[in-house]
């Protein structure tokens, strides 16, 4: 591991991610252009950014990356790990995003997965000494007794590495997926479970998005570990909010008019909008989405050269086959839905694939519904944010088994992600619905979604984990 400089020697505060929040991606003239990392971890916690000594170990994550800590090249406040290439690939590709993110959001399907073989065995040692790396780079920069919050599925066993480590540091791990149900997480072998929630409880608090996510780890901590498991460890739930201020500015900028005028057009006049914006991840559910448009038209013809379904989905993860695929998947479905109903000057589908946050902005502006559909989510920022920029008021259609739905269900027309008659119906519902109740919801949405906002987030987290509550 070989790591950056310009970073404070001691730090109080520690913030630990596999993503940071600044990535480098080299330019053609040799240069490397800095940009902001995504997701909503990264949302959350840049408010680390206004604590005195603090310090953010995040991994160097491609050429670029790696290039900025040969070069020395870095944010102050930030230390990348430049880990192995190989070594990252497995822990990062191999089993956070495959094995964890799969049974966290219930994605494997039978007969053909989960296979726990050698291979796994093989990517496990490299997840290890992935989280060791991580450990190792924390116990080395803290401060006495300084705090540490540690992020995600990624990083599960570098709790209890670095308590081993240090035992003076207050330890805290902040889980940004849902928790898989007891019987799912017993898929995996009895000794990797066993390890995975040992990693978490070595933190002096293991906190969630929600109580939901919560109690399904102090079930599977007891399932597998026994009563006693969770006499050292407290458990926190920190529902991340909407950062309304950050948002009302940037959507008012003159880039995001632009687009707004741009998108108009391609809508064209008189016709309403169905947005949807994600990554394109199998979690988020875009192909049933895309499903149920397609029944609305199907069965509705009424909204036929009426509405336009908007779908940003930004490709993710496209190291690994089975995001490629979902990724080919949702061009394809798109494709046909425009095919089969498409007319001279109505396209019923736009897709956008190239990540573009003015642009993302626009569409929350402008949508008349919003589809939120994941098959598990930890949160789900979009639907926090829509209703906070909307300009004309918003419906949210809202899946059940999005975290954000414990906050947002009651103004929220709710979806069980696998129906498609019945989030078609939703799609309805919502473009029918009367202008003043969807006012009404869109105001309502917009006070819950922003109740925790991101730096108050960070801050409760921060103090719990200090003061040993
Ligand atoms: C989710 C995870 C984050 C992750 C983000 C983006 O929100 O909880 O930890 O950073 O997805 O995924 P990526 O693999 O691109 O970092």
Not at 164 to 191: M, Q
Not at 338 to 353: C, K, M, Q, S
Not at 445 to 466: E, G, I, K, Y
């Amino acid at each position: 591991v070989s790591e950056h400089t310009a970073v404070p020697a001691r730090a109080q505060v520690l913030v630990a991610s596999n993503r940071g929040p600044i990535t480098y991606v080299p330019r053609d003239d040799g240069g490397l252009d800095a940009r902001r990392g995504g997701g909503g971890l990264v949302s959350g916690l840049s408010a680390i950014g206004s604590e005195a000594q603090a310090l953010w170990v995040c991994s160097a994550l491609g050429e670029g990356d790696r290039e900025a800590v040969r070069r020395g090249v870095g944010e102050p406040g930030v230390l990348m790990l430049d880990i192995d290439p190989d070594i990252h690939f497995d822990a990062y590709n191999g089993i956070a995003n495959s094995v964890l993110w799969f049974i966290h959001h219930l994605l494997y399907q039978t007969p053909l997965e989960p296979v726990f073989d050698a291979e796994f065995r093989r990517q496990w040692a490299a997840y290890e000494s992935y989280n060791r790396s991580f450990a190792e780079a924390l116990a080395d920069r803290a401060a006495d007794g300084a705090a540490v919050l540690v992020q995600d599925y990624h990083l599960a066993l570098a709790p209890g590495m670095l308590r081993e480590l240090r035992p003076d540091l207050r330890i805290g791990h902040f889980s940004h997926t849902p928790w898989a149900p007891v019987d799912y997480f017993r898929l995996l072998p009895d000794d990797i479970a066993g390890q995975l929630l040992r990693g978490l409880l070595g933190a002096d608090r293991a906190c969630f998005l929600t109580r939901r996510w919560a109690d399904a780890f102090a079930d599977c901590c007891v399932r597998t570990l026994g009563e006693d498991a969770l006499s050292g460890t407290r458990i926190g739930v920190h529902g991340l909010g909407a950062d309304a201020e950050f948002l009302r500015e940037r959507a008012h900028r003159p880039d995001v008019a632009e687009r707004m005028a741009a998108l108009r057009e391609q809508i064209g006049p008189d016709r309403r909008a169905i947005v949807r914006v994600d990554r394109t991840e199998l979690s988020k559910n875009i192909v049933r989405g895309l499903l149920a448009y397609r029944e609305l038209l199907r069965s509705r013809p009424e909204w036929r050269e009426r509405v336009v379904h908007v779908a940003f989905a930004y490709p993710s993860r496209q190291d690994l086959a089975v995001y490629r695929e979902y990724t080919a998947a949702v061009g394809r479905v798109a494709e046909e839905i425009n095919a089969e109903y498409g007319t001279a000057d109505w396209t019923p589908v736009i897709l956008h694939v190239k990540d573009d946050f003015a642009r993302s902005l626009a569409a929350y502006r402008l949508a008349d519904v919003a589809l939120v559909n994941p098959i598990r989510d930890g949160m789900n920022l979009v639907a926090k944010e829509i209703p906070v920029v909307s300009d004309d008021g918003c419906v949210l259609v809202l899946s059940r088994e999005a975290g954000a739905h414990e906050e947002l269900g009651e103004d929220a027309l709710t979806v069980n992600p696998y129906d498609v008659t019945g989030t078609a119906d939703a799609l309805h519902r919502a473009l029918t619905m009367p202008y003043e109740e969807r006012a009404g919801r869109t105001q309502r949405l917009a006070a819950a979604a922003t109740a925790l906002p991101p730096a108050r987030w960070f801050l409760d987290q921060l103090t719990a984990v200090r003061a040993g509550v």
